[in-house]
């Protein structure tokens, strides 16, 4: 059974960037799509991104513009860059797949 395990979170000031990671224990190639979703304190899970097999992503209005999702079948990975960061981005950032399952979150905190 594959795992995922994330990382690359942290604190950052608002407007800053941070590049999350999502490391599957076994190949990715057998998974067509894959995404982030977050959970804010008090809040319910959300998706953010998502990115397909061929590359096609597609994002939160949230976050559109700002984060860019990524893979790298090679690595058995999975990216999100995440720039101009606000406030309310604060929260643990999950790895999805959906016939793997999630990974334990990262936690990122934007504050200043």
């Known amino acids: 059974q594959v795992q995922l395990v994330e990382s690359g979170g942290g604190l950052v000031q608002p407007g800053g960037s941070l590049r999350l990671s999502c490391a599957a224990s076994g190949s990715l190639l057998n998974y067509n799509g894959m995404g982030w979703h977050r959970q804010a304190p008090g809040k319910q899970r959300e998706w953010v991104a998502g990115i397909t097999g061929i590359g096609s992503t597609t994002y939160a209005d949230s976050v559109k513009g700002r984060f860019t999702i990524a893979r790298d079948n090679a690595k058995n990975a999975v990216y999100l860059q995440m720039n101009s960061l606000k406030a309310e981005d604060t929260a643990v950032y999950f790895c999805?797949?959906?016939?793997?399952?999630w990974g334990q979150g990262t936690q990122v905190t934007v504050s200043s």
């Open positions: 999805y797949v959906p016939q793997v399952g």
